[in-house]
């Protein structure tokens, strides 16, 4: 019963606090002899670090990843493969003022009350830090997924602080702050950023996942459906509070017949399900949306109650996000990948194969 | 692996098919020595069970739940707990005919593609049918968390076909064939209803979930956080596309300060989280929606292949939902106290507590 | 965190009480597309079932199974697949007597500590009866490694009351009440259970498991060892106290050189091991051994204690096996086939193979 | 499905190869708020580490262990705690020669088979190495364990290279470099270890292990009973070739009556079930022992195979322990505390309460 493991075949299990000298992970089960280096994972490492653009937290770290175990001769040896993340910027002064103070939209209180005490520092476990290992662990995964099966995701801001940001190019994702998937609206978004940083106030954000060439199969019919494992794993990610598949939330305003994605020869006339159905792979691209609540942490006073039940106003100071949203599109490609490489070896296990192309 | 099973002490590992002798769940992990008679258990099937008005399919069913095994004297023993429910209209002769076509929108090919076989009667496993265990193991839990910690489930109609559903009152909910809120809609939803059963076509909806009075501290930080867990049970079930916690997509155009709930003496401000932080319960009401797709079944013809890959017209005739909304709130309150009742013992089994109330 | 499954990938949960309505299990898991009727398990439930001769317990049960789900057009179809096997002579009137009293040796204590209450009847869960569900899984389990890799399981009695049982010939095992691997001893071992039975005591056994034809490659480095999991298994069987890998306690006193099983061109020289080294299968034979305790039950008065704590004497009636490993050979067949493909089907789902033949 | 897991509420995850970088676990699931320092686990790593006497391999290790996660101002926050030891000494330029071969009695062939490559320096992750994140994770346990039950866990010699070790006191134990449970016999000891080691070849063992004051109630029914969980993690460590339970395999020689344990007011007559009666603790002592085979790596040469299947004479230089059975007392008591502090906190999760004590 491990809740800090994400997985049953391809098992990651994450440990780590914001402040604390380190934050990793160890998979389980990654097929041996597939070549994997540091390198290999720091890519998708660097794209989520802190400290890249004046939009996201300014804490300095390098991110850089360490392979304890798991890999000889730059091969995955096919046992548990360990990575760790040394922290290095932890100024923890910042948070002595709210260390027995619960600051609203924060987990603090929660962890009190389950753990009768709590690592303040940084938002300890809560924070968004522990998303690394997360990024780390799906960065194997996908490299796998990709040679294996020509498996590819992305992911892409379509909504920030409430305006919509137009879908025009995947291209240009990785080429601007904020995933935007668009190069003419980065000045707009630039600017609302930094309206939030300034005013002390913190924004939310949307973001659409994307998985291509899945093929049909994997998945469940009960409890553990592909989009169920899905919702799981994007549900799991800091301040993430709604989850779509396919047309999501618009599907309950269509009819049977328009909500239908007619079977032609070739392929899906259209793709409402999101590459999902009756919780398996259907070969269509597997799609999904996100919400992301505003950063809890902002300058502004709020009203909260202190360790002994007493009113206070908490000020939250530190380095935070504007946008915790900006920096989610490779933390959603990252629980993509680990949860259809957990279907892929389970469906491989239990059927002896790795899906099926849509019929001919 | 198991992954027909939910939860990790409490656990509910579901079995049949649609047009199978039975269908059913083995619930290991009870607590022991709580008082359980099948009626306790019927209740809840009995408001989900077909056939209880023209709105919903005409399979009739008396969906008589048998326990098999896990409780002496009208209590259980804390061993496992097998509940059956036998099949009893089985009218297979209606899918002969798409018994070798892929209908849209449906299991259908996912199921080929993953097993290389399927039981085409009723929709096999892929049913709404297979709901019935998780509403029976479901009641079996809600008992156990209102009798040890008051907690109350509750869920309603708050969308149906595109349409609104206002809210007025929990308290007619179930006396209405919809789970509506209000009094005042029941003709519209009627009529609503009717228009897509005559047209061949199927309606969408949404539904709004409430759990009352968990106390704080149930959930996990990492992975499997408590509203990860709801995502994924809610997204498991049948039709379901999107899952929202407190307010959802909403959320994404708030500012972190007016996102932030409050904390007051005496409770908080508000219930924007909808009752989960950092992915712990907080003690204020749990809030989760869910959008439900049109019914994949419909009378109306629609482009698809067979087996062979060949462009076939389907039209799906047998018994169906017209809207499958209608009969999902029982199952949205089971999986809700499946997911509490496991994070409650999970607590309880780390921690050595069942959770804390709001600081006063 | 199911603890009455057995297994990861094929899960088998077992539910039911001796003299409840039903004792049976679930299979999550099955590859899909396998022949099964119930004769196919029918086989190995009547090698184990009671009152076949006058040395077992004189219960009168068909032990009919019932395949409830997972099997359509009589081939799996790769979801869960429940087993039920209604109990039919449920005498519960014999146990009135010792309903509050803890018999020594037994489970009572044990379960009314840990569950605070306890369904007398038979011994309830505790019962032998509960292997039936598993010699059932077991058989799917053999059906299967049988057609997809030629592996063959089988267990015989190499020891009865304390006197050696001779290994001649494994044909006759099959053909005795005893499972015994020699048709000259059959007399003597007839006498030594009449004896045991007249005096109203009871008597213990060892038996020896074979698993032939398994692949190397089977298994994991550490903890979820073969050896580990099978000797889980096979501890989990009522009344085991011991169990043996290869040479088991013998192993101790060899040397390293002694106890090496040298490879040549062909094949091991020998097979110290057992089959497993360092928790995988070496495509020798698997092979363990077990002891069993002498049946708990016996007519002869102890010394006990009743459930207020009060000295009593307890007399044991009902109907009851003078030596329990009499029926013990189909349930260390079924534990073996469950935990063999178990690791088979992880081994596919890890590294794509089902495991690898001796080196040529 | 994390094979290199061991448990269910306290789920310890080890990774790590003998020569690799580091070795190390994560422990999932700790109880919040117990004091833990690095103090506290290195205790009893230091009992298992290598280079203490001549009699064990000479590898200079300090073993020290370092907290990276989980532990806030000395005290455990129930979020996973991860523990890391670096390897210093790693000569892997010994193990040149074996490559390529495969070393009878060793997990090289089985690994190849399964993987489809090998780590051989050192034995990789079959090396007896990998004991010492369980050790350390069992630190957590025990400590855990004894402040809050008052439970003790402790093992000792019984036998070495075939002789008998005779019991005499536990308190002399932690004494001598063989964990003897007497200090007249150990010269003999010496003077056997010395033998072996001079000869190049090697020798087995065998342990007894001990569990007080585990209150009844631990455990489960079918499958998952606390003998068999127990079973597993013994059979799990490395070389381990036999596991009893109590009177073990001397049981199958009992009579029911001779075997059942009386329950007297005050206390059991006997503890011939050493402690586990129908897979749940009885409250008294747990008792268990296990065989020990000769340690595979020996100097004197052995026929075998390499990786093209050609024939060779094995000679395993690097540095061994002539006798593994030497150091796993500390393993034994880590392994118990590890399966003892799961079945606790399953309890408590599912029953609400850490069992019960003898009824007065």
Same mark, same amino acid.
């Given at each position: ?9 391809? %098992?990651?299990?994450?440990? +780590? ?5 380190? %934050? ?19 890519? *998708? ?41 040394? @922290? ?5 002064? *910042? ?12 987990? *603090?209180?929660?962890?009190? $009350? ?61 080429? @601007? ?16 950023? *930094? #309206? ?7 924004? +939310? ?8 060439? %899945? ?20 549900? +799991? ?10 047309? +999501?939330?618009? $599907? ?31 070969? #269509? ?5 996100? $919400? ?34 900006? !920096? ?10 680990? %949860? ?7 469906? !491989? ?12």
């Amino acid at each position: 019963m491990p809740s800090s493991s994400l997985g049953q075949m391809f %098992v990651v299990t994450n440990f +780590g606090e914001s402040h604390g000298p380190a %934050v990793g992970c160890v998979i389980d089960g990654c097929p041996p002899g597939m070549a994997l280096a540091e390198a290999d994972i720091q890519r *998708d490492l660097d794209r989520r670090k802190p400290g890249t653009s004046r939009h996201v937290t300014q804490r300095r770290e390098s991110d850089a990843v360490h392979i304890l175990s798991g890999v000889y001769e730059g091969r995955t040896t096919g046992t548990p493969i360990a990575l760790v993340i040394y @922290n290095e910027d932890q100024r923890s002064r *910042d948070y002595g003022a709210i260390a027995h103070q619960y600051r609203p939209a924060h987990a *603090d209180w929660g962890y009190m $009350a389950k753990f009768g005490l709590r690592d303040p520092r940084g938002g300890g476990r809560a924070s968004a830090r522990l998303t690394a290992p997360t990024v780390a662990a799906g960065a194997v995964a996908r490299k796998w997924l990709f040679e294996t099966l020509g498996i590819e995701i992305r992911a892409c801001l379509t909504e920030l602080g409430g305006r919509p940001v137009r879908f025009e190019d995947w291209s240009c994702v990785n080429d @601007n702050p904020f995933f935007a998937p668009n190069a003419s609206q980065i000045e707009e978004l630039e600017s609302c950023v *930094d #309206a939030a940083r300034k005013s002390g106030d913190s924004i +939310g954000a949307r973001l659409r996942l994307e998985v291509l060439n %899945v093929p049909a199969g994997f998945g469940n019919p009960v409890y553990d459906r592909l989009d169920a494992d899905l919702a799981h794993a994007l549900m +799991g990610i800091n301040a993430v509070k709604g989850v779509e598949i396919g047309d +999501g939330f618009a $599907a309950s305003a269509l009819t049977g017949t328009t909500n239908a994605d007619r079977m032609l020869p070739g392929g899906f006339a259209s793709n409402h399900a999101g590459g999902i159905l009756g919780g398996i792979s259907s070969s #269509a691209p597997i799609v999904a949306q996100v $919400a992301i609540k505003p950063t809890p942490s902002v300058r502004l006073p709020l009203e909260s109650l202190d360790e002994e039940g007493r009113p206070v106003e908490v000020v939250t100071l530190g380095r935070h996000d504007p946008c915790v949203g900006l !920096r989610a599109a490779p933390v959603l490609e990252a629980v993509a990948a680990l %949860v259809i490489i957990d279907a892929a070896l389970k469906q !491989r296990g239990q059927c002896g194969n790795l899906g099926r192309a849509y019929p001919r």
